[in-house]
């Protein structure tokens, strides 16, 4: 079975620092895992996903994800926040064809 | 627009009424997912279509709801004799399973307000 914890639910940071944002899996099996950003009243829309390719995988918005097998984590990082990176934040592991396991999300906030 | 839409976008009703939401994927995805988030949480998964078929429910799916994808395309998520505790962001996620790491692409959302 697949679980997934987002270890912060709130991360404040300034403007034009960086971003880091947690995200531990459990799975049986190696997955595919998933870096989404939701806006508020917005759907979710994808930042990046890692599919035991490369390791480290970059996303839009200056986004990029490390997969790290041995610590089971899949932590999400900016170098330089902007106000617009305001969002929640879900990570999510899945198994090819299954439905996405979602964390409870990280809200990101920005200040100037 | 290629991307997966929803209608409406908000329906607000009274506690022991019938709602529908439809949701249109992006027309080649054959999977198509219907999600529930709550304030604060995560989406959580409801049911899912491979083409018309619904393959997979979760027990979240109460015996209130129902969903339909009648001919592959669009589908449907009826809720019978609403309650409070429906009210939530419904959302809708196509995917093309022909890629094994293919992504889901979410609709908008139906928000829902049941008062």
């Known amino acids: 079975a697949q679980s997934v914890t987002q270890l912060d639910s709130h991360v404040s940071v300034s403007e034009g620092t960086p971003v880091l944002l947690r995200c531990n899996y459990s799975s049986s099996y190696s997955p595919s895992l998933?870096?989404?950003?939701?806006?508020?009243?917005?759907?979710l829309q994808l930042l990046l996903?890692?599919?035991?390719?490369?390791t480290?995988?970059?996303?839009?918005?200056?986004?990029?994800?490390?997969?790290?097998?041995?610590?089971?984590?899949?932590?999400?990082?900016?170098?330089?926040a902007h106000m617009s990176d305001a969002a929640e934040y879900f990570c999510a592991p899945n198994q090819a064809g299954t439905a996405l396991i979602f964390g409870k999300g990280t809200t990101l906030s920005v200040s100037s | 627009d290629t991307g997966v839409s929803q209608d409406p976008r908000h329906k607000i009703t009274k506690r022991g009424q019938n709602v529908t939401f439809r949701c249109?994927?992006?027309?080649?995805?054959?999977?198509?997912y219907w999600y529930r988030q709550t304030l604060?949480?995560?989406?959580?998964?409801?049911?899912?279509?491979?083409?018309?078929?619904?393959?997979e429910k979760?027990?979240?799916?109460?015996?209130?709801?129902?969903?339909?994808r009648p001919k592959g395309s669009f589908s449907t998520l009826e809720i019978q004799r609403t309650e409070q505790g429906d009210s939530a962001m419904y959302l809708?996620?196509?995917?093309?399973?022909?890629?094994?790491?293919?992504?889901?692409?979410?609709?908008?959302?139906?928000?829902?307000?049941?008062?």
């Not at chain 1, 998933?34 to 759907?43: I, L």
């Open chain 2, 58 to 68: 979760s027990r979240l799916l109460s015996d209130r709801f129902s969903a339909e």
């Open chain 1, 56 to 80: 480290l995988v970059k996303g839009i918005n200056g986004f990029e994800a490390e997969f790290k097998k041995s610590e089971t984590s899949f932590h999400l990082t900016k170098p330089s």
């Open chain 1, 34 to 43: 998933f870096w989404y950003v939701q806006h508020p009243n917005k759907g």
């Open chain 2, 40 to 55: 604060g949480q995560g989406p959580e998964f409801l049911t899912y279509f491979q083409n018309e078929a619904q393959l």
């Open chain 2, 92 to 115: 809708c996620a196509s995917r093309d399973d022909r890629g094994l790491y293919n992504e889901q692409f979410f609709g908008p959302g139906t928000r829902l307000t049941v008062l």
């Open chain 2, 24 to 32: 249109d994927p992006i027309s080649e995805h054959n999977r198509l």
């Open chain 1, 49 to 54: 996903k890692y599919t035991s390719a490369a």
